[in-house]
T-cell receptor, first 113, second 116 residues
Framework: GDSVTQMEGPVTLSEEAFLTINCTYT??????LFWYVQYPGEGLQLLLK?????DKGSNKGFEATYRKETTSFHLEKGSVQVSDSAVYFC????????????FGTGTRLTIIP | DTGVSQNPRHKITKRGQNVTFRCDPI?????LYWYRQTLGQGPEFLTY????????KSRLLSDRFSAERPKGSFSTLEIQRTEQGDSAMYLC??????????????FGEGSRLTVL
């Protein structure tokens, strides 16, 4: 079945450091890929998405590129801020079906000033 | 737009009792999903509605679990004869399909169940 493997956490970085959170997937067909973020005390919200190979999703300084050859969708940010502290989830869905999301286990990110 | 609303936010119950959670999706969304999230894990899919029709149920959804969406608007998730293993955060999400066939899911803040 479909699955998402996500970098184990927690991750602690200093402000302005470079961030990478690894994500790889296994899926039949051509899934769409997502990063969702959960800030403290809030619900999950979409951070970015990519729907086909070589697409790059970006938002709030975060980027991720859909790499079909390596089945990966790694999340990157060049300079993190304290406000980026949250739990990040990689997920996939198969388009034109019921579009349910299959999530990774999540990576807790803490940014220290 | 008030977003996806879930009630109650937190429920503490004794083992063997029944509990019901309610989800009010974004009004124009015809798709509604329930997920369960335990500590340190990602959300796991439970069930999916398109309008009032329940189109998919996960094997995680045992016979003690039932979900309804009677008029294609709000939904309820009932757990009968609760067990300690049911303790989790229950998440509701809604969406409407976009042209790419992949609609963004909008999540509520969840209903946390604690079974003593």
């Amino acid at each position: 079945g479909d699955s998402v493997t996500q970098m184990e956490g927690p991750v602690t970085l200093s402000e302005e450091a470079f961030l990478t959170i690894n994500c790889t997937y296994t899926a039949t067909g051509y899934p769409s890929l997502f990063w969702y973020v959960q800030y403290p005390g809030e619900g999950l919200q979409l951070l970015l998405k990519a729907t086909k190979a070589d697409d790059k999703g970006s938002n709030k300084g975060f980027e991720a590129t859909y790499r079909k050859e390596t089945t990966s969708f790694h999340l990157e940010k060049g300079s993190v801020q304290v406000s980026d502290s949250a739990v990040y989830f990689c997920a996939l869905s198969v388009p034109f079906g019921n579009e349910k999301l299959t999530f990774g286990t999540g990576t807790r990110l803490t940014i220290i000033p | 737009d008030t977003g996806v609303s879930q009630n109650p936010r937190h429920k503490i119950t004794k083992r063997g009792q029944n509990v019901t959670f309610r989800c009010d999706p974004i009004s124009e969304h015809n798709r509604l999903y329930w997920y369960r999230q335990t500590l340190g894990q990602g959300p796991e899919f439970l069930t999916y509605f398109q309008n009032e029709a329940q189109l998919e149920k996960s094997r995680l959804l045992s016979d003690r679990f039932s979900a309804e969406r009677p008029k294609g608007s709000f939904s309820t998730l009932e757990i009968q004869r609760t067990e300690q293993g049911d303790s989790a955060m229950y998440l509701c999400a809604s969406s409407s399909r976009d042209r790419e066939g992949t609609g963004e899911l909008f999540f509520g803040e969840g209903s946390r169940l604690t079974v003593l």
